[in-house]
């Protein structure tokens, strides 16, 4: 069956330090894989999607970027934090093409704090 | 600009009673749209998924509707019960990748 790894579950970081959030997905092959960031008690904001190695898609402009070095790794990351990134951020994976139906799957999430 | 609305941020209810939830879009053509269930720190589970050409989807206690001319879907769950209290979001997919939440309804059943 398929699993999604997304770590470290808390964070707690100065304004300016870098950041890196990583999820690995395992028990399927080529899924597309997103990351999505959650505002207190706010619904969930689109932040990078990827269909591929190498393919990033952005969908807010920021000081966030994404990269996926393996089919199933996609991993956020920043160079300087700002306190405005504080937030649940969640990756999560759905079938490629023809893989199954359109559905999210999500891993549990990275509770991030900018001080 | 794009907007995808839920009914109202909270909604409580007595227990057994049925729960009507809303979600509004507009400037989105939807090829389908989800529903997700989230509890507190914790990833959305996918409940149900309707496509733009059915009116009506059931599992269990569960009821989807999807009207596109009026751009709305409406979530039902019948016969209530205390644990069906937490946060229900939905969510549109268009033809490409990419899937957009709404702002998500808080629910607390009452017992």
């Known amino acids: 069956s398929q699993t999604i790894h997304q770590w470290p579950a808390t964070l707690v970081q100065p304004v300016g330090s870098p950041l890196s959030l990583e999820c690995t997905v395992e028990g399927t092959s080529n899924p597309n894989l997103y990351w999505y960031r959650q505002a207190a008690g706010r619904g969930l904001q689109l932040l990078f999607y990827?269909?591929?190695?190498?393919?990033i898609s952005s969908e807010v402009p920021q000081n966030l970027s994404a990269s996926r070095p393996q089919d199933r790794q996609f991993i956020l990351s920043s160079k300087k934090l700002l306190l405005s990134d504080s937030g649940f951020y969640l990756c999560a994976w759905s079938p490629g093409p023809g893989q199954g139906p359109e559905k999210l799957f999500f891993g549990s999430g990275t509770q991030l704090s900018v001080l | 600009s794009q907007k995808i609305e839920q009914n109202s941020e909270a909604l409580n209810i007595q227990e057994g009673k049925t729960a009507t939830l809303t979600c509004n879009y507009t400037n989105y053509s939807p090829a389908y749209l989800q529903w997700y269930r989230q509890d507190p720190g914790r990833g959305p589970v996918f409940l149900l998924l309707?496509?733009?050409?059915?009116k009506e989807k059931r599992k269990e206690r569960l009821k989807v509707t999807f009207d596109t001319t009026l751009k709305q879907s409406l979530f039902h769950i019948t016969a209530s019960q205390p644990a069906d209290s937490a946060t229900y979001l939905c969510?549109?997919?268009?033809?490409?990748?990419?899937?957009?939440f709404g702002t998500g309804t808080s629910l607390t059943v009452i017992p």
């Open positions: 309707i496509r733009e050409n059915e």
């Open positions: 990827s269909v591929g190695i190498g393919q």
């Open positions: 969510a549109l997919g268009e033809t490409g990748n990419q899937f957009y």
